[in-house]
């Protein structure tokens, strides 16, 4: 994969003392973040730590309990849907698609923030959704149903129709998970490089080598909590891994960023 067109710079986006409450209990509480333009930030943690919380709050997608988000300085839940859409892009950890849509329909439905309501998709939106499906290696699939693809191919097209936005913050929930070891690396590639060409990229990821290994700093929650954020060399190292992961962590020699090799502990 190779980047997308370049896009405006992103928006600072922070989250200032967030927290959300389910049903009686925390699921995020006292959390303080700040995504910089032109970063990509990697959110690890032990299951049920807050991680696709964390990216719903940022997203917007959920109501704060507490606190706030901001998107350049002003409260993301204020801006109109239309606008935010357009600055932030969320792909949840699961998407099961039910309309019969061909892949290029779906990806096109990325476009909605910028058609216009009397003139729908433009010429110009039609090349950078090819443009976007080709950087997501699905453009052979382009007229296939949504429903016939398998879990690694839809991962793909999500990230396309993630493309297809232009948004210049990108919330990525497990964008790895489905897919097989080239397409995964070529996904974290891509988001690499869009970091690098001004937007901010946050993405969950469960793989910590490869969460050093991409990401300009990495935060890790634990049981609802943000317990450090930094770059990777800083905060990924067997005490903390030992502590929030229950792992014993082996550093490898040779490499720029930290690299383990896990044992379970006894």
């Not at 807050?50 to 801006?79: H, N, V, Y």
């Not at 990821?205 to 930094?230: Q, S």
Request: neutral net charge; proline residues 6%.
């Amino acid at each position: 994969m190779t980047a997308a067109p370049a896009v405006a710079a992103a928006p600072r986006l922070e989250l200032v003392g967030g927290g959300v409450e389910r049903r009686g209990r925390w699921l995020l509480r006292g959390v303080d973040l700040v995504v910089e333009p032109a970063t990509l930030i990697s959110v690890v943690g032990p299951n049920g730590a807050g991680k696709s919380t964390l990216l719903r709050l940022l997203s917007g997608a959920w109501r704060l309990t507490e606190g706030r988000a901001l998107l350049g300085g002003f409260d993301l839940a204020a801006l109109p849907r239309r606008q935010a859409a357009r600055r932030v892009a969320y792909v949840p950890q699961t998407v099961r698609p039910t309309f019969e849509f061909t892949v290029r329909e779906f990806v096109t439905l990325g476009r909605y923030p910028h058609e216009s309501r009397l003139f729908g998709t433009r010429s110009a939106d039609r090349e950078w959704i090819d443009r976007c499906l080709e950087d997501t290696d699905v453009l052979a699939l382009a007229e296939r149903r949504v429903t016939t693809l398998s879990g690694g191919e839809l991962q793909r097209v999500l990230m396309a129709r993630c493309l297809a936005t232009e948004a210049e913050v990108l919330l990525l929930d497990e964008p790895t998970s489905n897919l097989d070891l080239a397409h995964g690396l070529d996904l974290l590639g891509l988001a690499r490089n869009l970091a690098c060409e001004g937007r901010s990229v946050v993405l969950v990821l469960h793989d910590l080598n490869a969460a050093a290994r991409f990401a300009d700093r990495v935060a890790v929650l634990d049981a609802g909590a943000l317990v450090a954020e930094g770059a990777p060399a800083e905060v990924l190292n067997p005490d903390l891994l030992r502590r929030v992961f229950n792992v014993l962590a082996v550093p490898l020699a040779g490499s720029a960023a930290p690299v383990f090799d896990f044992e379970p502990l006894p």
